[in-house]
């Protein structure tokens, strides 16, 4: 199975900071089918990102991924007050479509 | 618009067994494939299984293959997910998804406990 590893584990940011998040994978993602998801406590994951570099429906444009084959990165251009939450990113290119342990990203 | 209601969570013995239900509805469920989550008590997510939108691809995480069983009824707009064997590590809220996870529903909590 592909292992994702993310850091860090946590991100100590201001609102109005950038955010960069990073996915590693074990090995290569098929066809770039990587997406990143937020997780506010209490609630249910939200898609943000797929394919990479798609931006889910209403997400905003501070919100961008990139990256290919084994490394790929969240970029939260300008932190707003509710972008701060748990973040994860999960392979859907080979079975089993694992995720990785999350990154917590905190207010400083 | 596009809503997910899981239900059928429990307290259940080690051993025993559980069927969640999905409720789909705001778009066409036999288009698409759907996927069950879940996440342990303070840990982080984890994929369980996937079913395509006709029901004949399923695959399952390592962890539950053998035990769980995956379905769906395109007419009830409906997933389901059959549980046997159940441990205390299968403790978890247990969110059903549209495709991998465009859209997911509030969960329902699963307990395995004696």
């Known amino acids: 199975e592909i292992v994702l590893t993310q850091s860090p584990d946590t991100l100590s940011l201001s609102p109005g900071e950038r955010a960069t998040l990073s996915c590693r994978a074990s090995q290569s993602v098929s066809s770039n089918y990587l997406g990143w998801y937020q997780q506010i406590p209490g609630q249910a994951p939200r898609l943000l990102i797929y394919g990479t570099s798609s931006r889910a429906t209403g997400i905003p444009n501070r919100f961008s991924g990139s990256g290919s084959g084994t490394d790929f990165t969240l970029t939260i251009s300008r932190l707003e007050p509710e972008d701060f939450a748990v973040y994860y990113c999960q392979q859907y290119g080979t079975s089993p479509y694992t995720f990785g342990q999350g990154t917590k990203l905190e207010i400083k | 618009q596009v809503q997910l209601v899981e239900s059928g969570g429990d307290l259940v013995k080690p051993g025993g067994s559980l069927r969640l239900s999905c409720a789909a509805s705001?778009?066409?469920?036999?288009?698409?494939?759907m996927t069950w989550m879940r996440q342990a008590p303070g840990k982080g997510l984890e994929w369980v299984s996937y079913i395509s939108s006709s029901g004949n691809t399923i695959h399952y995480a390592d962890s539950v293959k053998g035990r769980f069983t995956i379905s769906r009824d395109n007419a009830k707009n409906s997933l389901y997910l059959q549980m046997n064997s159940l441990r205390a590590e299968d403790t978890a809220v247990y969110y059903c998804?549209?495709?991998?996870?465009?859209?997911w529903g509030q969960g329902t909590l699963v307990t395995v406990s004696s």
């Open positions: 705001g778009f066409t469920f036999s288009d698409y494939y």
């Open positions: 998804a549209r495709n991998l996870g465009d859209c």
